[in-house]
């Protein structure tokens, strides 16, 4: 089992950076794949990006490519996500989430972290 917790949301105008971390605790973090999903009032969870578990092969929804980075650092078992060029539409409750499966298998991800909220204002 493996426990997440988010940190780095906050306020930020828009046009601004961001950066999310997810910090893990408990069995072998290299063996989970991550990821970052979001969800906004009244809206149901999307993914938002993921990555592989060691070669860090990564996926990227549409409505973020080029603007978010996601990263990790095994050894400080730490997932990130970098986030430029911020809209409105970026605003949600972020979740990070872990799965055994494929990365890419997002109905997999079955250890989640508590979120953190990112408001984007114009």
């Known amino acids: 089992q493996v426990q997440l917790v988010e940190s780095g949301g906050g306020l930020v105008q828009a046009g601004g950076s961001l950066r999310l971390s997810c910090a893990a605790s408990?069995?072998?973090?290299?063996?989970?794949?991550m990821g970052w999903f979001r969800q906004a009032p009244g809206t149901e969870r999307e993914s938002v990006a993921a990555?592989?578990?060691?070669?860090?092969?990564?996926y990227y929804d549409d409505s973020v490519k080029g603007r978010f980075t996601i990263s990790r650092d095994n050894d400080k078992k730490t997932v990130y996500l970098q986030m430029n060029s911020l809209k409105t539409e970026d605003t949600a409750i972020y979740y990070c989430?872990?799965?055994?499966?494929?990365?890419?298998?997002?109905?997999?991800?079955?250890?989640w972290g508590q979120g953190t909220q990112v408001t984007v204002s114009s």
């Open positions: 989430a872990a799965t055994a499966d494929y990365y890419h298998n997002f109905k997999g991800y079955n250890y």
């Open positions: 408990g069995r072998t973090f290299s063996s989970y794949a």
């Open positions: 990555i592989s578990r060691i070669v860090s092969m990564t």
